[in-house]
């Protein structure tokens, strides 16, 4: 959104050696819906207090040079649209790796989402990860290849396969065309398949 989000709510951290575990539960106190022409007088505030987020997230260097976290997160939406269902009850549940053995450097995600968005169920997932080498120059320091997989649903599928990151920052790892910033809105619910080289 071109609009920034305001979390009101709590966190908890604790960290010791060389590991860190943050647990939270947070409103999204301010939400806007996304214009198409992002004029002062289309952008409404609306605030919305049927939205909660919260998880807990684990972070651990054991090992020299690399770094592996794990996370769970929950987006509950308590407004109800069809009668008896909640709006959106997901979870988000994933592993995160990075690190480097010398000049080589890499790094991976894995992420699943499971719950109910209204009346259907979720079932989808993420896949993410890049190589890269760092040449020490001025001129070039480093370059990466890497890829990105975000699942779709199906035309005839009853269960909602569209993994949806979770308030994410699309410009800055979709693309500065902004294209893909508002998943799954901007794919159709089809997912994303994106290849790319960065240095």
Known sequence: NNISRAFDGGLIRWSGNKRSMDL??????ETTAPQAVALPGNVT????EGQLFSGAYFSTTLLELHRGDVYLFH???R????AGHDDLSRFT???LSRGSFGSLFYEGEFAYQ?????TSDVSAFMITGAVGYATGSSLLSSFAVGVD?????PADSKVV?????EFYTGHKFHGFMDYFVTIPLTTQDRGLRDAYVRS
């Open 24 to 29: 939270f539960v947070m409103n999204a106190g």
């Open 45 to 48: 505030f609306a605030r919305d």
């Open 75 to 77: 987006r509950w939406i």
């Open 79 to 82: 407004k109800r649209a069809a």
């Open 93 to 95: 549940a994933g592993v």
């Open 114 to 118: 499971g719950g109910s968005l209204s």
């Open 149 to 153: 997989y975000l699942s779709g649903t």
């Open 161 to 165: 396969k569209t993994f949806d990151p």
